[in-house]
């Protein structure tokens, strides 16, 4: 692949509008542009997770192939009708998830996004894949985006809350439950 990115700034955007991958234009504010710029805050987010000290290489390989997904779903709300995400990669979020979630114990509490320092960011990840996925669907609803996209993101915010429990045990740190009792400020 030759040079994408040969010059970074290239003074278009400075009316309030961006390009899209089919060449169109559209505004910086548009639904679409904060769609794929949320998954693109997302990916930037794993990153934050792989960071962390700690990450077992299982979940490390696992995040860097989903940052790959992540980069493929957003080249998909970036070009209007173009199609990366597939129903074989929600199946793989799935497999993975159950794998993981079958070497926790039930949960009977709430937990509180903590665990440590990579559960945490995996939590934040979480949130943000929550967001983004609220961003496709609003999308959806004036545009045309593929179901595949918000089925992805909403399985990949199930696995990202699976995996900050499962970093947080990797820690040492243990969930921390919400206790739903209100105390008193003065107790």
């Not at 199930?158 to 003065?186: K, P, S, T, Y």
Request: charged share 25%.
């Amino acid at each position: 692949m030759g040079n994408r990115l040969s010059k970074i700034y290239t003074r278009t955007g400075d009316d309030g509008s961006t390009g899209l991958g089919d060449g169109s234009r559209t505004g910086k504010d548009s639904l679409r542009v904060g769609a794929y710029g949320t998954v693109d805050e997302v990916n930037s987010a794993i990153g934050v997770v792989l960071a962390a000290p700690g990450v077992p290489a299982d979940v490390r390989e696992l995040l860097t192939a989903i940052q790959h997904q992540l980069f493929d779903l957003g080249g998909e709300l970036c070009i209007p009708g173009h199609a990366a995400i597939a129903a074989a990669d929600i199946d793989a979020l799935e497999r993975h998830l159950d794998r993981h979630n079958a070497t926790l114990p039930p949960l009977k509490e709430f937990i509180l996004p903590a665990g440590g320092e990579a559960a945490a960011r995996c939590h934040l990840a979480r949130t943000l894949v929550r967001r983004a996925e609220r961003e496709a669907v609003a999308l959806s609803r004036v545009e045309d985006v593929r179901g595949e996209a918000v089925r992805y993101l909403n399985r990949l915010s199930d696995l990202l809350f699976v995996l900050a429990r499962v970093l947080a045990r990797a820690d040492g740190q243990g969930e921390v439950l919400w206790r739903h009792e209100r105390r008193n400020a003065a107790d």
